[in-house]
């Protein structure tokens, strides 16, 4: 009688570690959906247990399950089997975590548009996620994703026709990121505007094609948003340097407060000065608009000028240049100070992709590139954080006056 060979877990999951893993993955979250969507179901029915007809019955039941279905995640394709649900009298019940159309995950979706700008081909698809989420990642097609890039196209033509009419945002962030077209002798310039409401959210405003950052292009950007309604101007704009943003703004919108962004300002001044003086120099940046007060800004503003002044002349006038709106932030309140003195919502989102953007393997189209700048910003947009001291932006909007970020009262006035 042969000898019976037992194979443990730990020496299972050595010969076959990855199958093994991800089926283990795959499952987990499968049990987790599932138990999810019944959980829902339950809580569904529980929430409707008193609606009864006339013979006491009640109006909304369980009334077992749909088709088994598969959903593409980021672990792999999941099968799960969706509770019915029967209601008697007109109502519906619709799934919050699992819609009816649902075939893919959002983190998916937010993938596609990600491999596509960093140069996977619509014929490398296929083999790009299945590397990604398994063999089994079905429905991600060459053509399928065709169709996917057709939709954001029209996604993206709804969204710029939007009604803005009842939005008001306090602070707007600008600024022009550069792409890599494969079909244009120019990288594409494409003009992104965030704002934050009244409560303190981030929302994505405007994603155009511009081209560089032209005046034209700028005041064509405000011209759409002002004809979807966006007639109020924000309490302050952040930017760069680029003048076309600035005079573009103040015709459209009059007199508006400015901030030039801190991290662009860095950037230019220390490309200014030789390598071994720009660690001194970068702190001594640093101090400045890490300043608790304008007072202590300034001074470390006259001692970065009085330091290299003399022997780096071109860093001190990049610098002097802006010193109108380079403070502007201490009129606010201090709470908002991290969000205020940078682009960086703008910049932390698309940095990533426009440096691996290459010429040889870049987008398409510029309205490829264009439509996939604006599916990146939704995804991102779901993960910006809220201003911090979200409460005191009604205090802005009504013109109460911060001084060093401080409220001033009447008395102290």
């Given at each position: 009688m042969p000898e019976n060979k037992v194979v443990s877990l730990d020496e299972r999951a050595k010969d076959e570690e990855k199958p093994f893993l991800e089926q283990l993955l795959q499952e987990g979250a499968r049990k987790l959906l599932q138990a999810a969507i019944e959980n829902e179901v339950i809580d569904y029915i529980q929430f409707h247990k008193d609606r009864r007809d006339e013979h006491g019955q009640r109006l909304v039941v369980r009334n077992g399950h749909l088709p088994e279905r598969e959903v593409v995640s980021g672990v792999g394709p999941i099968r799960v089997r969706q509770p019915?649900?029967?209601?008697?009298?007109?109502?519906?019940?619709?799934s919050a975590i699992l819609p009816k159309y649902m075939r893919r995950a959002p983190s998916v979706d937010a993938l596609v548009p990600a491999l596509y700008l960093k140069g996977i081909s619509t014929g490398d698809f296929s083999e790009a996620l299945a590397a990604i989420l398994g063999e089994g990642a079905s429905g991600l097609s060459a053509t399928n994703i065709v169709r996917?890039?057709?939709?954001?196209?029209?996604?993206?033509?709804?969204?710029?026709?939007?009604d803005l009419s009842q939005k008001r945002y306090v602070y707007w962030w600008a600024d022009g990121v550069y792409f890599n077209v494969r079909l244009d002798e120019e990288r594409t310039c494409v003009l992104i505007l965030i704002g934050a409401t009244e409560?303190?959210?981030?929302?994505?405003?405007?994603?155009?094609?511009?081209?560089?950052?032209?005046?034209?292009?700028?005041?064509?950007?405000?011209?759409?948003?002002?004809?979807?309604?966006?007639?109020?101007?924000?309490?302050?704009?952040?930017g760069d340097g680029s003048l076309g943003f600035w005079i573009a703004l103040q015709e459209e919108y009059g007199q508006i407060a400015q901030q030039r962004c801190w991290v662009h300002k860095t950037a230019n001044i220390?490309?200014?000065?030789?390598?071994?003086?720009?660690?001194?120099?970068?702190?001594?940046?640093?101090?400045?608009?890490?300043?608790?007060?304008?007072?202590?800004?300034?001074?470390?503003?006259?001692?970065?000028?009085?330091?290299?002044?003399?022997?780096?002349?071109?860093?001190?006038?990049?610098?002097?240049?802006?010193?109108?709106v380079l403070f502007t932030f201490y009129d606010f309140p201090a709470q908002h100070w991290p969000h205020l003195r940078t682009t960086n919502p703008i910049e932390s989102t698309f940095a990533t992709v426009r440096l691996r953007t290459h010429r040889t393997k870049g987008s398409g189209s510029r309205i490829a590139t264009l439509t996939m700048v604006f599916k990146l910003g939704l995804e991102a947009q779901k993960h910006w954080r809220r201003l911090q001291g979200f409460e005191l932006i009604p205090k802005v909007v009504t013109g109460v006056r911060f001084i060093d970020g401080e409220e001033q009262t009447q008395q102290a006035a």
């Open positions: 019915r649900v029967r209601h008697r009298d007109r109502g519906r019940f619709s996917l890039k057709a939709g954001w196209e029209s996604d993206y033509k709804a969204w710029t026709q939007r409560d303190g959210t981030k929302e994505l405003l405007a994603v155009v094609d511009g081209y560089r950052e032209s005046t034209q292009s700028w005041r064509e950007l405000l011209q759409q948003l002002k004809r979807q309604g966006l007639s109020s101007a924000p309490k302050l704009a952040i220390l490309d200014k000065m030789p390598k071994s003086v720009q660690g001194k120099a970068k702190q001594l940046i640093h101090e400045m608009y890490l300043a608790p007060t304008r007072k202590a800004a300034l001074a470390a503003y006259d001692q970065f000028i009085s330091s290299y002044q003399t022997k780096f002349p071109k860093a001190c006038e990049c610098l002097q240049k802006d010193q109108e």
